[in-house]
Nanobody, 119 residues
Framework: QVQLVESGGGLVQAGGSLRLSCAAS????????MGWYRQTPGKERERVAT???????NYADFVKGRFTISRDNGKNTMYLQMNSLKPEDTAVYYC?????????????WGQGTQVTVSS
């Protein structure tokens, strides 16, 4: 079983930066795909960025050039560096881990961390 714990959220002014962390415990994540997602009240959860086990990254258009996803497999931790934050980035941010099984996939979510960007 995998447990994911996010940290690093908080309140920041527009134009500021935050760094989110997602620590995984229970199993090595070196071969897993991981990602950051976000959700605001009344809206669907949306993908922010993903990173493969080989550190191939993919970003949503609305964060390209501002956010950077990375991972440290030795520490079982994934990060999201968020720069040039905008009020519309305000959301609960979740980390997700996708694990390939012999048959199918298993998906794990963290509990979320609140990011609030003031104008």
């Amino acid at each position: 079983q995998v447990q994911l714990v996010e940290s690093g959220g908080g309140l920041v002014q527009a134009g500021g930066s935050l760094r989110l962390s997602c620590a995984a415990s229970g199993s090595s994540l070196s071969r897993d795909v991981m990602g950051w997602y976000r959700q605001t009240p009344g809206k669907e959860r949306e993908r922010v960025a993903t990173i493969t086990s080989g550190s191939v990254t993919n970003y949503a258009d609305f964060v390209k050039g501002r956010f950077t996803i990375s991972r440290d497999n030795g520490k079982n931790t994934m990060y999201l560096q968020m720069n040039s934050l905008k009020p519309e980035d305000t959301a609960v941010y979740y980390c997700k881990l996708d694990r390939k099984l012999d048959r199918g996939w298993a998906f794990y979510w963290g509990q979320g961390t609140q990011v609030t960007v003031s104008s």
